[in-house]
């Protein structure tokens, strides 16, 4: 059973930077493709970021293109959000995400998330 722990949420002001990291344990998590996934509170669930398995491809919602950063250690079987330029509207609840079926967050795993706030 793969599990997904993330860390590195926290509070920050506009404009600011944080780095999220997922660390993943069991099954054969290092094969799959992962990415991030956020949730802020009345809203959906939204797709932010995948990479695939070996790290080269990424992919990016057009709301965070250009600020964050997604990228992969397959050695340490973590996978990390670099977030540049926060906005109050990255404010959510942001997860981790394997086994990526579909960007309408169809996934095989989920992390439990972590608390991203952007203050002005």
């Known amino acids: 059973q793969v599990q997904l722990v993330e860390s590195g949420g926290g509070l920050v002001q506009a404009g600011g930077s944080l780095r999220l990291s997922c660390a993943a344990s069991?099954?054969?998590?290092?094969?799959?493709?992962m990415g991030w996934f956020r949730q802020a509170p009345g809203k959906e669930r939204e797709f932010i970021a995948t990479?695939?398995?070996?790290?080269?491809?990424?992919n990016y919602a057009d709301s965070v293109k250009g600020r964050f950063t997604i990228s992969r250690d397959n050695a340490k079987n973590t996978v990390f959000l670099q977030m540049n330029s926060l906005k109050l509207e990255d404010t959510a609840v942001y997860y981790c995400a394997a086994g990526i079926r579909d960007i309408r967050a169809i996934v095989d795993y989920w992390g439990q998330g972590t608390q991203v706030t952007v203050s002005s």
């Open positions: 069991g099954g054969t998590v290092r094969y799959s493709n």
């Open positions: 990479i695939d398995r070996s790290g080269s491809v990424t």
